[in-house]
């Protein structure tokens, strides 16, 4: 078999098999699907989940219902390697990268006198591989060109989701490619991963962004199948009720308009 026909047929496979497999918040609810895709207000996105280097291993992990105190502020470096301040704070937008994004697009900074490009030339020149690989000056400039380019696109031609490209492959790209958040006892969208692209779409001030949820609290699961008040006043069930709704709606619309022809 060619290489290329292995490809196509794990891409055939690869999604139903992720169907197939058994999800721990499918003990709660079979109401959830692990990998809808909820649109989400950014501003909503502040704090910081507290799990370890939390993009690593999405598949495994989406759909995951944990206990813990990982969803509180905890004072130690999930990222080791980098500056603390890097990709860690009280707050997403007080993020070495989200402060230094906003100075090139917003204060029109070059990238050389951001912070966050001072600090990998700094992690670069002591023998480390950082910020997407980046292990020589060149690879940064590279990475920088990429980001003016991502700005530039999502201004002109708004955010598109990754399953649009015709290089996605459905449920993988909707996965691997999303602005991804876990779920704190409490109801609380934590940042996860996809920080560029959050970065860019509150500098842009968007009304919306696609998320896909990767660790759920236990408590939050537990309340959330036990009080239909805390569900409907946590951040995702009101998002998830408002698309529910407007795709009602939606199917309404379209059976009067049908009717009346």
Request: charge should be negative.
């Amino acid at each position: 078999m060619s290489s290329k026909q292995t490809r196509s047929l794990y891409w055939k496979t690869v999604p139903k098999v992720l169907r197939m497999r058994k999800y721990d918040i499918e003990d709660y609810t079979e109401n959830i699907d692990p990998f809808q895709v909820f649109q989400v207000d950014p501003t909503e996105i502040s704090k910081l989940t507290g799990r370890e280097y939390p993009h690593l291993h999405r598949l495994k992990l989406i759909g995951s219902v944990q206990g813990g105190e990982w969803d509180q502020k905890q004072e130690r470096d999930i990222y080791p390697g980098y500056p603390y301040d890097f990709y860690n704070a009280e707050r997403f937008e007080e993020t070495v990268l989200y402060q230094s994004l906003q100075e090139r697009f917003v204060d029109e900074v070059a990238w050389e006198d951001t912070k966050l490009v001072q600090q990998v030339l700094e992690l670069i020149d002591q023998g480390h591989s950082v910020w997407h690989g980046c292990s020589s000056r060149p690879d940064v400039s590279e990475q920088c060109a990429k980001l003016d380019a991502l700005y530039t696109s999502i201004q002109k031609t708004g955010y598109r989701h990754p399953a649009d490209s015709k290089k996605s492959w459905g449920i993988i790209a909707r996965t691997l490619n999303q602005i991804v958040v876990d779920i704190g006892r409490d109801g609380d969208l934590l940042f996860a991963d996809g920080r560029h692209r959050l970065a860019i779409a509150k500098i842009l001030g968007l009304d919306t962004v696609p998320v896909v949820v990767l660790v759920r609290h236990r408590q939050y699961m537990n309340q959330l199948v036990s009080d239909s008040a805390f569900r409907d006043q946590t951040t995702l069930e009101q998002y998830d009720e408002q698309a529910r709704n407007c795709v009602e709606y939606s199917k309404s619309k379209k059976a009067s308009d049908s009717t009346t022809q």
